[in-house]
C-alpha cells in the first residue's frame, strides 16, 4: 500500500494533530464546537477573573477496579464495602459511564501523562521489577505543558512508568515528586509473605540458601522501592526496600499532597498535582480488614482511598479553593480478575474482563468528577471519554494549549464541554483499545468489533464475526455477523484512516537503559546494575546488550497479557 | 434414615410453620424481635386510626430482568433506556439489594402467592402451552388469606400459574381475574412472526399446508390466551388469540387495576392487588422501538411497565391514599439470558446466569418498596429477602397472619421490620435455592455452595469444592475449598435439617388436568382437549391418561432447566 496523501487540514501550523477518526467528527460539528468553546472560554475567564488564577487541577487514580465497584451504593453493597466521600463526589459532579483508559497500569499512567495511546508513547509493556524501561524524554507530560503555563505541579504515588532515569517525573516536568517505579508486588518484599502469598524471587534472602544454585546473577538482588526528586535537583531513594516503608507510601504520598496543595493555595499559585495511590498490598492484612468483604481490594477503597479523597474535599473547602478546583478520581483500568493473588476480591461487575482484556471489563472503569459551581451535581454522564482526554482537558482548562506539542498525535480531546456542559456535549465517539502493540477492538458508538478474535479461522477469512451491540450485550458475548454486516466497511474504513495516519506521524518506540541510574543514595547492589562487567568479568558477550533489545520480545496472541499491572 | 424426633417447639398451634433454619435464628433472635414485633404494631395500629383500613397492598412483577437494569442509572445508562418512574420509586423508597427469587416464571409467581417455593407446591415446571397442569386448590394463596381479613383482592396481567380449572385466579381466591395461564410466548401466533421470530408450532395454520403430515394431533389448535372471571362467577375467554388482542392486553390490565384502586379507595375498603404485566412481546417491534438500546427488554421496561408504575404512584396519591399503600415492584427472576429469541436485549449484568439457574444471577432480582411515609427514602438495602416474604409480610401487614395455614412449611417470613425499620432489621439470612425439583444451592449469608456441581468427581465423593464468598466472587466463578473447609459441615447440617423437616411436612406433587375447563366461551377446538376421545376413538389407550403423569417427565442434570419462563 503506497503512503496515503493526506491534505495538510488540520487547520495548520499550532494546531494539535489528533486521530483521523476525530476530523470525521469534527466535519460534522466542528462549527458547533466553535461555538460552544467560545462560551466555555468566556465563562472560564469569568472564573479567573474571581479567582485571580485558572482551575487548580487534581489528578486521583487507583488500580484495578471494575465498573460499579465505586459511586454506585447499589452495587458496593454487593460487593461488601462502602466508600462514601468517593460516592458524595459523584452525587455532587459526575458519574462517568463510559470513561475507557489502556488495559494496564503503566498504558494507563502514560496515557494520562502524555496525552497519547500507550502504543504511540511507546509504554504498552507493562513494567515489572527491574524492566530498564521507561517513558522517553522525548514525550511531553501534562507537567511539562502546565508548567510551562505557570502551574506548579507535583506527582505522589504510583508512578509505574519505569526505572530509567529519564523517566522519573521530576525529570518528566513536575517541580516536586515522590513515586514508585512499579507496581504493588514490592510489598511481597517481607517476611510476612511467607505467610502464604510470597513472591520468591522477592523474599530470596528471607530463605534457607539452596545448596544447589549455580547462578548468583539470576535473582533480583536490590531495586529502589520509593523515591523523591524535584525538578532539577537530585534524587534521592526514600527510606528501604522494607515492607515497614511500603506501607508509609501512601500515608507519605497524601500528606505530601495537602501540603503542596495548601502550599499553593496560599502563594495563590494555580497547580496540577497526581496522587496515585498504592491503596493496599498484596499481602493478607488481615488485623487491618475493614470492610464486610474483608478483602484487599474492598479495604483499601473503603479504608485508604476514600478517606484520602474525603480529607481532600475537605481541604479545599477549608482553603476556600474547591470551586476553582477540578478533581478527577477513577481507575487505571480494570479489575485484576487474572492471575490475582488469592483471596483479594477483583471480580468482574457488569463488564466482561478485567486488566489486560480489550473487552469493555479490561478498560471501562469508574470515574468520576467534581468541581462545585461549574459541574453540575448528580450527573450520570453516557457520554465516551478516554483516559487521554484528561490531558488535552486539563490543558485546555490551564490555557496552555500552546504548550502541547503538535508534531505528533495526541490522541486527548478537550473535553471541557462535556465537563461544563453535561452529558451529550462530549467530542468522541470512538475508541481504539490496544493490547500490548497489537490493536485488539475498535469502539464507535454502541458498537464494538474485536480486531483479535479467538476463533482463527474466521481472522484467518478475514471476516471475523465479532461485531458486538454494547447495550443489549455489554457482556461482549453473543458476536453477530448477520445483523451488523453493515458494519464490517465502515469499522474497515475507520482502523484504516487510522493506520495510514500512523505513516505520518509514527509511533514511538519503547526506550530502555540501565534502571536507576542517578540515585544519589542507591545501595551498592542498585548501583551495580550498571556495571555487571564487575561480576561477570568472563562473558563472551556485553552483559548489557540485551537491554536495547527488550522490545524484541515476542508477543503472541496466546500470550496472556494481563500479566503485571 | 429413620424419621427425625422434631420436638414440636414451634410455638404451638396458630402459629406459622417455616423452614427448620428459621429456627435456628429464632432461637438467637426472639426475643429481640418480640420486642421489635409490638413497636411495629403499635406504628401500624397508628397508620390504621388515621386512614381507617389497613394498608393497600400492591404487586408489580414482571419477567426476566437483571439486578441493575432497574434502579441505577449509572447501570441502565450502559444498557440503554431509562426508567425515570421506577427509579424515583427507589430514590423515595427502597432498593433491595438480596431480593431472591424462585429460578424461572411460574415457579416465583407460585412462590409468591403462595408463600411456599416452587418444589413445596408442586409448580416447579414452567408452564407451557397446555401444560395441563396448575396450582393446586389446596393452596392458601394471599388472594384467601387477604379476602378473608376483608380484603377486596384483584389480579391482572400475567398469571403463568396454569391452564386448569382450580388454578384460574378467581378460583384462588382472587374477587376478580384477567389473566393468562401461560408467557409471552403466545405472542408469536401472528403472520407478523413470519418475519423470522417464528414459533412454527404457533403459527402452523399461517403457513402453507404440509403434504407429509399423517398425525392431525401432534400439533397445537388452539387455546386461552386470556381470561377473565370474578370469584364464583364464570370464566370467559377475552377477545381471541391474535397479535392485536395479545398487544391489548396490558393495557387492559392496567386499566381494570387503576379501576380497581379507584373503587376501592372510594369505598374505604382495603385492597391487595398484582398487576404482573406482560411487558412485551417476542416479536420486533421495531416501529414501537422506543430506547436507546432499540431492544425488546428495554423497550418493555422504559415505554410499558415504567410509564405504568409512574401513573400508578400519581394515581395513588390523587386518591390521597400513597400514604396507606405499600407498592413492591421487581422482577420475578433473572434475565432470559439462556435461550433468548435474538436481538431482545437479554443480558448478565453483574451476577453470572439468568432465568432457570441456581446462580445469583438466577434469582437476584431488581425489586423496590415504596411506601411514603412509612418506609424511608433512599434505602439501599443488603438484607437478605426471598419472594415469599412478600405473602407473610403482606398478612402480616392486613392482620391476616392467622388466615395462614399452618399444617405445611410456610417458606415466606415477616419482613414488616425491614420495611419499616429498615436495614439489618431483616429476619433471614439463607435460601434454598431448587432448580426444578433438585435442590441446586444453598445461601447462607454471604457464603453459598452448590449442591449441583458441574464436576462429577467432586460431587460422587461428597466433598464438591463449590463454595462461594459472594462479596469477593459475586459471579460465583472461584469456588474455594481450602479457605471454607470449614464450612461443609454447617451447610450440611444446614441441608440436612431442611430435608428432615420434610418428613414431618412434605411437598405438596404437581397437579395435572384437562386444560381450559370452564371456560364459557371457549371455542369448539378448546373444548376438544377435554374430549380426544371422540378423534381419536380407535386408540388402544385412554389419550388423557398421560395427564396424570406429567411430573414423571425424567429431569436429568445435563437438562437446561431455563427453557421457557
Given at each position: ?5 493526506w ?5 495548520g501550523?499550532?494546531q ?31 472564573l479567573?477573573e ?13 488500580d484495578d ?8 451504593p447499589a ?5 461488601g ?5 468517593i ?18 497500569c ?7 501523562a ?19 524501561h ?9 507537567a ?5 503555563a505557570?502551574?506548579a505541579?507535583?506527582?505522589?504515588g ?10 522519573y ?7 516536586e ?5 512499579y ?9 510476612v509473605?511467607?505467610q ?7 523474599v ?58 495548601t502550599?499553593?493555595?496560599?502563594a495563590?499559585?494555580?497547580f496540577y ?16 480488614n ?18 484520602f479523597?474525603?480529607?481532600l474535599?475537605?481541604h ?27 483471596g483479594?476480591?477483583?471480580a468482574e ?6 486488566k489486560?482484556?480489550?473487552?469493555e471489563g ?21 457520554d ?5 482526554d484528561?490531558f ?18 495526541i490522541?486527548?480531546l478537550?473535553?471541557?464541554?462535556l ?9 468522541r465517539d ?13 469502539i ?16 484467518a ?11 443489549t450485550?455489554?457482556?461482549?458475548v ?22 495510514l ?5 509514527p ?9 536507576w ?8 547492589a ?12 568472563d ?12 522490545d524484541?520480545?515476542p ?8 500479566l503485571?499491572?
Amino acid at each position: 500500500m503506497p503512503p496515503p496523501l493526506w491534505a495538510d487540514n488540520t487547520d495548520g501550523a499550532g494546531q494539535l494533530v489528533h486521530d483521523a477518526e476525530f476530523y470525521v467528527l469534527k466535519a460534522q460539528h466542528g462549527e458547533r464546537w466553535a461555538v460552544e468553546d467560545a462560551g466555555l472560554q468566556a465563562k472560564l475567564a469569568e472564573l479567573k477573573e474571581k479567582h485571580g488564577t485558572p482551575p487548580n487541577l487534581i489528578h486521583i487514580m487507583w488500580d484495578d477496579t471494575a465498573y460499579g465497584d465505586m459511586g454506585i451504593p447499589a452495587i458496593q453493597k454487593i460487593r461488601g464495602f462502602d466508600t462514601p466521600n468517593i460516592n458524595q463526589m459523584a452525587q455532587e459532579g459526575i458519574l462517568f459511564t463510559r470513561m475507557y483508559t489502556e488495559v494496564g497500569c503503566t498504558p494507563s499512567r502514560a496515557a494520562a501523562a502524555t496525552g497519547r495511546m500507550a502504543v504511540r508513547n511507546g509504554m504498552y509493556n507493562i513494567g515489572m521489577l527491574l524492566e530498564s524501561h521507561g517513558l522517553d524524554d522525548e514525550e511531553v507530560t501534562i507537567a511539562e505543558v502546565l508548567s510551562e503555563a505557570g502551574y506548579a505541579t507535583a506527582f505522589h504515588g504510583k508512578w509505574h512508568l519505569g526505572d530509567i532515569e529519564e523517566s522519573y517525573p521530576h525529570n518528566q516536568g513536575f517541580d516536586e515528586a515522590f513515586f514508585t517505579g512499579y507496581n504493588q508486588i514490592l510489598s511481597l518484599n517481607s517476611d510476612v509473605a511467607e505467610q502464604g502469598n510470597a513472591s520468591l524471587g522477592l523474599v530470596e534472602d528471607l530463605f534457607p540458601k539452596d545448596p544447589f544454585m549455580l547462578d548468583d546473577t539470576f535473582i533480583t538482588k536490590d531495586w529502589v522501592q520509593i523515591a523523591e526528586g524535584t525538578k532539577g535537583g537530585e534524587t534521592l531513594q526514600w527510606r528501604d526496600n522494607s515492607y515497614e516503608t511500603y506501607e508509609a507510601i501512601d500515608p507519605e504520598a497524601q500528606k505530601r499532597t495537602l501540603e503542596f496543595i495548601t502550599r499553593n493555595a496560599e502563594a495563590g499559585k494555580p497547580f496540577y498535582v497526581a496522587n496515585w495511590p498504592m491503596m493496599s498490598t498484596f499481602l493478607p492484612t488481615r488485623p487491618k480488614n475493614c470492610s464486610v468483604a474483608r478483602a484487599m481490594l474492598q479495604d483499601g477503597l473503603q479504608c485508604n482511598v476514600d478517606v484520602f479523597v474525603g480529607k481532600l474535599m475537605d481541604h479545599l473547602e477549608e482553603l476556600g479553593i474547591a470551586e476553582n478546583t477540578l478533581v478527577i478520581a477513577m481507575a487505571d483500568n480494570g479489575p485484576m480478575s487474572h492471575n490475582p493473588p488469592p483471596g483479594t476480591g477483583f471480580a468482574e461487575t457488569i463488564f466482561r474482563g478485567g486488566k489486560g482484556d480489550f473487552l469493555e471489563g479490561g478498560v471501562r472503569v469508574p470515574a468520576f468528577a467534581w468541581w462545585p459551581g461549574m459541574v453540575d451535581a448528580g450527573q450520570v454522564q453516557g457520554d465516551m471519554i478516554h483516559i487521554t482526554d484528561l490531558f488535552t482537558t486539563f490543558a485546555s482548562l490551564g490555557g496552555a494549549m500552546d504548550n502541547i506539542p503538535t508534531d505528533r498525535v495526541i490522541d486527548g480531546l478537550d473535553q471541557t464541554a462535556l465537563l461544563l456542559n453535561g452529558e451529550t456535549h462530549g467530542r468522541r465517539d470512538y475508541q481504539f483499545t490496544y493490547a500490548g502493540p497489537r490493536l485488539g477492538a475498535v469502539i464507535k458508538g454502541n458498537y464494538k468489533r474485536h480486531m483479535i478474535s479467538p476463533d482463527p479461522v474466521g481472522e484467518a477469512s478475514g471476516i471475523p464475526a465479532a461485531f458486538y451491540f454494547l447495550p443489549t450485550d455489554p457482556r461482549e458475548v453473543l458476536p453477530m455477523m448477520t445483523p451488523m454486516i453493515h458494519m464490517k466497511r465502515p469499522f474497515n474504513r475507520m482502523v484504516l484512516r487510522h493506520e495510514l495516519w500512523k505513516k505520518k506521524y509514527p509511533d514511538s518506540q519503547e526506550k530502555h537503559g540501565i534502571p536507576w541510574t542517578g540515585v544519589a543514595n542507591a545501595s551498592d547492589a542498585v548501583k551495580a546494575h550498571a556495571q555487571p562487567q564487575m561480576v561477570l568479568k568472563d562473558l563472551p558477550f556485553d552483559p548489557l546488550e540485551y537491554i536495547e533489545h527488550l522490545d524484541q520480545i515476542p508477543f503472541d496472541r496466546n500470550m496472556d497479557p494481563s500479566l503485571g499491572q
